[in-house]
């Protein structure tokens, strides 16, 4: 079985922060994403990346970066935490075929005060 | 602009009856199709896949969906609910690029 892990499950941080939240898959999976969750907008894709030290912007890019230095790790920074970035965040990969089958961790319940 | 729309925003069915959750799609050609679920404070789980071919979709958790071209449709149903069934359902679609897309979700609360 595919295994995604979020290192992080709850986080809580002030305003201004820097914010990194990690995730790791075992799978040798060459894509790999971040959503962000909330209540009534479903699933909104923030960074994905599809090899080692490549990165694209989704729909939701401001705000936040990303970091792909191994195949199997890829990072979510927050440079300066804002409130309206309270959040759930899910990573998830997928294969090379990447048909839109995704495995996703258990996600990261960030709060920002 | 392509969507995935669920248009419930909760559901309460109780324990044993049937159950249907509408998925509606808006692409220039048929994608691939998903329905996912999510327990309170989890990550989301694949339930089935629509690739092609047969229209009925058979899944984990005695879940099955069907496919409706026609009428641009990609419904969730199940025969006999159980508790353990009370969670978030995410239907998605995908045209094989990178971003899929998700419908905002529908809750469903079983009662005893």
């Known amino acids: 079985d595919v295994k995604v892990t979020q290192s992080s499950r709850y986080l809580v941080k002030r305003t201004g922060e820097k914010v990194f939240l990690e995730c790791v898959q075992d799978?040798?999976?060459?894509?790999m994403f971040w959503y962000r969750q909330d209540p009534g907008l479903g699933l909104r894709l923030i960074y994905f990346s599809y090899d080692v030290k490549m990165k694209e912007k989704g729909d939701i890019p401001e705000g936040y970066s990303v970091s792909r230095e191994k195949k199997e790790r890829f990072s979510l920074i927050l440079e300066s935490a804002s409130t309206n970035q309270t959040s759930m965040y899910l990573c998830?990969?997928?294969?090379?075929?990447?048909?839109?089958?995704?495995?996703f961790g258990e996600g990261s319940r960030l709060t920002v005060l | 602009a392509q969507s995935v729309t669920q248009p419930d925003i909760h559901i309460t069915v109780s324990e044993g009856a049937s159950l249907e959750l509408r998925c509606n799609y808006s692409?220039?050609?048929?994608?691939?199709l998903f329905w996912y679920v999510q327990s309170p404070g989890q990550g989301l789980q694949l339930l089935l896949k629509y690739f092609s071919g047969d229209t009925l979709v058979q899944g984990i958790k005695g879940f099955e969906a069907e496919f409706k071209r026609s009428q641009s449709s990609f419904n969730l149903r199940k025969p006999s609910v159980h508790w353990s069934d009370a969670a978030e359902y995410f239907c998605?679609?995908?045209?094989?690029?990178?971003?899929?897309?998700f419908g905002a979700g529908t809750r469903l609360f079983v009662k005893a």
């Open positions: 998605a679609g995908s045209t094989g690029g990178f971003k899929t897309i």
């Open positions: 799978m040798d999976h060459e894509n």
């Open positions: 692409y220039g050609a048929t994608p691939y």
């Open positions: 998830a990969s997928s294969g090379g075929t990447n048909t839109g089958e995704l495995f």
